[in-house]
T-cell receptor, first 115, second 115 residues
Framework: DTAVSQTPKYLVTQMGNDKSIKCEQNLGHDTMYWYKQDSKKFLKIMFSYNNKELIINETVPNRFSPKSPDKAHLNLHINSLELGDSAVYFC??????????????FGSGTQLSVL | DQQVKQNSPSLSVQEGRISILNCDYTNSMFDYFLWYKKYPAEGPTFLISISSIKDKNEDGRFTVFLNKSAKHLSLHIVPSQPGDSAVYFCAASAAGGTSYGKLTFGQGTILTVHP
């Protein structure tokens, strides 16, 4: 009964491949996010979706395409993987992104390694 | 240009003593600040937050202090316990209703509490 679950936990793949990471939340939240933790350990927002609608796209290459089939799911598809895509990707959700509390609930992360 | 910085990569403290984790920010539009705690192989979990209209917020053993003029916040944990050993991330948002959950994170501080 994990609140925010993402799969797979580890993903090792070759350059040029296409891969997807799935995320589901059972908290009833309206907003979901993808964050990337780079090699310097900074967590940076990539996308946010509110009720299946794209709200934030932080200048992410268009090889990254989020898909939200419903407000409980936000998947991340990556085309033509590059070495620099290696990172930990975190899915998150929140109840009210415009409220006074920006409390996000995170999944456990997907460690992506591009060889 | 990192707008949120945690200049201490690590901190080591004896059990029972106080842990003080520091965070500096540069963006004067930030008006809401959060601390997240992260264990290995898990996602960050929310710990405590503070609005810019306050200078202190307390929750049990955890207290966050905000000095707006210095653009500095700190997290105090007292008394520290071995279970507090984790990575602590400072985060900030320009909540004013338009940030849509976009948090700007620091790079984290590894806290180790020795028994």
């Amino acid at each position: 009964d994990t609140a925010v679950s993402q799969t797979p936990k580890y993903l090792v793949t070759q350059m040029g491949n296409d891969k997807s990471i799935k995320c589901e939340q059972n908290l009833g939240h309206d907003t979901m996010y993808w964050y990337k933790q780079d090699s310097k350990k900074f967590l940076k927002i990539m996308f946010s979706y509110n009720n299946k609608e794209l709200i934030i796209n932080e200048t992410v290459p268009n090889r990254f395409s989020p898909k939200s089939p419903d407000k409980a799911h936000l998947n991340l598809h990556i085309n033509s993987l590059e070495l620099g895509d290696s990172a930990v990707y975190f899915c998150a959700s929140s109840q009210d992104p415009q409220g006074p509390s920006e409390k996000l609930f995170f999944g456990s992360g997907t460690q992506l390694s591009v060889l | 240009d990192q707008q949120v910085k945690q200049n201490s990569p690590s901190l080591s403290v004896q059990e029972g003593r106080i842990s003080i984790l520091n965070c500096d920010y540069t963006n004067s539009m930030f008006d809401y600040f959060l601390w997240y705690k992260k264990y290995p192989a898990e996602g960050p979990t929310f710990l405590i937050s503070i609005s810019s209209i306050k200078d202190k917020n307390e929750d049990g053993r955890f207290t966050v202090f905000l000095n707006k003029s210095a653009k500095h916040l700190s997290l105090h944990i007292v008394p520290s316990q071995p279970g507090d050993s984790a990575v602590y991330f400072c985060a900030a948002s320009a909540a004013g209703g338009t940030s849509y959950g976009k948090l700007t994170f620091g790079q984290g501080t590894i806290l180790t509490v020795h028994p």
